[in-house]
């Protein structure tokens, strides 16, 4: 989007739980896009971590992969297959505030618990920051639910950017935690 080769409008009633209608984003949503950036992640973890990751990498790959069929669920008829096919996709959950917020803290509380037995802490550290990320999470969710639209499509673009924050912020976590899975 700051680029200006993906496009968002602000919609307000385009959707009861969010003001944005994605008009343009094949680069980052598109099925055939993603599946390119989750081979490149897992690819990219390969050369960082050495041959013996396979697993780790087709997870990664398949976390990447799997953002496009969780936003299938969510999404208007607006998800693209290609990066430039006309067919959109989307099963409208969107449509119901109450079945999104369901569905969503379903799968956000069974991915923490996924990594919570997957993972044990080393330290308080690995404790007490993980409690912190799940917490600040719930509250950002909560209040994107609520709050009003916001001012530009520009807003989005760079308020986006905040998230690698939450890289950062998993990164430390993850180093103060463990494998806890064995064989």
Avoid: C
Avoid at 9 to 18: E, F, G, K, Y
Avoid at 116 to 125: C, E, G, Q
């Amino acid at each position: 989007m700051l680029l200006g080769i993906e496009h968002v409008t602000i919609a307000p009633s385009d959707t009861v739980v969010t003001p944005l209608r994605f008009d343009s984003y094949p680069y980052s949503h598109s099925l055939v896009a993603l599946a390119t950036w989750g081979v490149l992640a897992a690819v990219m973890y390969r050369v960082v971590r050495g041959s013996r990751t396979t697993t780790a990498a087709a997870v990664i790959a398949g976390v990447v992969i799997s953002h496009w069929v969780l936003d299938w669920i969510t999404h208007r008829p607006d998800m693209p297959i290609t990066l430039g096919g006309s067919q959109r996709f989307g099963l409208e959950l969107w449509s119901s505030k109450p079945a999104t917020m369901i569905v969503e803290n379903i799968m956000f509380f069974t991915g923490v618990t996924m990594y919570a037995r997957a993972t044990r802490p080393r330290d308080k550290t690995g404790t007490s920051t993980l409690a912190g990320l799940v917490l600040f999470l719930l509250v950002i969710h909560v209040a994107s639910m609520f709050s009003p639209p916001p001012a530009t499509p520009e807003a989005i673009a760079w308020a986006a950017q905040s998230i690698w924050i939450l890289v950062a912020w998993g990164y430390w976590v993850d180093g103060h935690r463990t494998t806890s899975i064995t064989g």
